[in-house]
């Protein structure tokens, strides 16, 4: 049974910093990009940021760029997100997706992704 364990979320102020973890069990997580998306109340879930397996480069929103980092250290099944300077708009539940068929060049949508965590909170006070 594959698992995404998401953890890490948390009530900030604005400007603070928050590192988010997802730990994948039940897959062999070097053969799935990995993906971060977030979902604020009444609106839809949007992409954040992606890897590929190898970790060789990054892609993010227009929205974080700059702000948030995501990493992956595949010997501990596990992808981060550093997600600095934060702002009230970067509120949000966020989840983090495992996808193989774009193992090398990861997807912006949601769709493409095949296993999706439960999710955590994340709270930017203003």
């Known amino acids: 049974q594959v698992r995404l364990v998401e953890s890490g979320g948390g009530l900030v102020q604005a400007g603070g910093s928050l590192r988010l973890s997802c730990a994948a069990s039940?897959?062999?997580?070097?053969?799935?990009?990995m993906g971060w998306f977030r979902q604020a109340p009444g609106k839809d879930r949007e992409f954040v940021a992606a890897?590929?397996?190898?970790?060789?480069?990054?892609k993010y929103a227009d929205s974080v760029e700059g702000r948030f980092t995501i990493s992956r250290v595949n010997a501990k099944n596990t992808v981060y997100l550093q997600m600095n300077s934060l702002k009230a708009e970067d509120t949000a539940v966020y989840y983090c997706?495992?996808?193989?068929?774009?193992?090398?060049?990861?997807?912006?949508?949601?769709?493409?992704?095949?296993?999706w965590g439960q999710g955590t909170q994340v709270t930017v006070s203003s």
């Open positions: 039940g897959l062999t997580f070097a053969n799935y990009a």
């Open positions: 997706a495992a996808d193989r068929q774009n193992r090398n060049l990861p997807s912006v949508r949601s769709y493409a992704y095949d296993y």
């Open positions: 890897i590929p397996w190898s970790g060789g480069y990054t």
